[in-house]
C-alpha cells in the first residue's frame, strides 16, 4: 500500500511569505506527528495529532507556526510570516497508536525540505 | 528539549565489525523505538521495545533496554557498507499521550 506522502518536496520561499505544507498519512493510521530537522541534527517535535482527541501542539516553537488535521486525514503545517530559521526538512509520520495507549512504530514521508531566502 | 541522547555522536568501523550505539534518557516511558536515517530511503522504523522487555533481537539487530539505568543500546552485529547511516532512538512516554522525543542520533559509517 501506498506510504505517508509530503508535498511538495522542495519549498523556496521569501522571509515574511507564508507557507503551507502537506502529509497524506497511510490509510487507517490513527496518529500523525510533525518533526523539524535542520542540517546534520535530530528531530524537533512540533506537533501530534491523534485521533479525535486535541493535538499535542506543545512542540510548536512559535504562534507562527499552527497545523489542522482533517477528517482524520491529511494534514496541514502552515508556517506564518516566514524566517530564515524556519529552514529545514519537515517530516511528517503517521502511526497505528490506539487509544488504549499502545503506542506504535511511526511511517515517515521523504519530507518538505523549506528554505527560506 | 530532547528526551534521548545518544553516544557517540559519530562511529567509524571496518566492514563485519560490530556497532554499538547507546541512548539515555530522562523520564519514564511507554516504550523506546530505533530508526535509521540514509539519504536513499529517508527515516525508516527498525525495532521497538517496550517498557516491560528488556532485549529484542531482529535479524542483525539486537536491543536492550534498561530502564533503571534509562538507557538503551543498539548491536548491529557483522557490520556491512549499507549500515552506514545514522541511527536515532526515541521515546514514547509513558503519561501526556503518544509524543515521541528523538535524540540527536550517532552518524555510522562502515568502511568496505
Known amino acids: 500500500g501506498a506510504g505517508v506522502s509530503q508535498s511538495p518536496s522542495n519549498k523556496v520561499t521569501e522571509k515574511g511569505k507564508d507557507v503551507e505544507l502537506r502529509c497524506d498519512p497511510i490509510?487507517?493510521?490513527?496518529?500523525l506527528y510533525w518533526y523539524r530537522q535542520s542540517l546534520g541534527q535530530g528531530l524537533e517535535f512540533l506537533i501530534y495529532?491523534?485521533?479525535?482527541?486535541?493535538?499535542?501542539k506543545s512542540g510548536l516553537p512559535s504562534d507562527r507556526f499552527s497545523a489542522e488535521r482533517t477528517g482524520g486525514s491529511v494534514s496541514t503545517l502552515t508556517i506564518q510570516r516566514t524566517q530564515q530559521e524556519d529552514s529545514a526538512v519537515y517530516l511528517c509520520?503517521?502511526?497505528?497508536?490506539?487509544?488504549?495507549?499502545?503506542?506504535?512504530?511511526?511511517?515517515f514521508g521523504p519530507g518538505t525540505r523549506l528554505t527560506v531566502t | 528539549s530532547q528526551q534521548g541522547e545518544e553516544d557517540p555522536q559519530a562511529l567509524s568501523i571496518q566492514e563485519g565489525e560490530n556497532a554499538t550505539m547507546n541512548c539515555s534518557y530522562k523520564?519514564?516511558?511507554?516504550?523506546l523505538q530505533w530508526y535509521r536515517q540514509n539519504s536513499g530511503r529517508g527515516l525508516v522504523h527498525l525495532i521497538l521495545i517496550r517498557s516491560n522487555e528488556r532485549e529484542k533481537h531482529s535479524g542483525r539487530l539486537r536491543v536492550t533496554l534498561d530502564t533503571s539505568k534509562k538507557s538503551s543500546s543498539l548491536l548491529i552485529t557483522a557490520s556491512r557498507a549499507a549500515d552506514t547511516a545514522s541511527y536515532f532512538c526515541?521515546?514514547?512516554?509513558?503519561?501526556?499521550?503518544?509524543?515521541?522525543?528523538f535524540g540527536a542520533g550517532t552518524r555510522l559509517f562502515v568502511k568496505a
Open positions: 523520564t519514564s516511558i511507554n516504550n
Open positions: 526515541a521515546t514514547a512516554g509513558n503519561t501526556g499521550g503518544f509524543k515521541t522525543i
Open positions: 509520520a503517521s502511526s497505528l497508536n490506539l487509544d488504549s495507549g499502545r503506542i506504535y512504530e511511526q511511517y
Open positions: 495529532f491523534q485521533g479525535n482527541s486535541a493535538p499535542d
Open positions: 490509510s487507517g493510521h490513527t496518529a
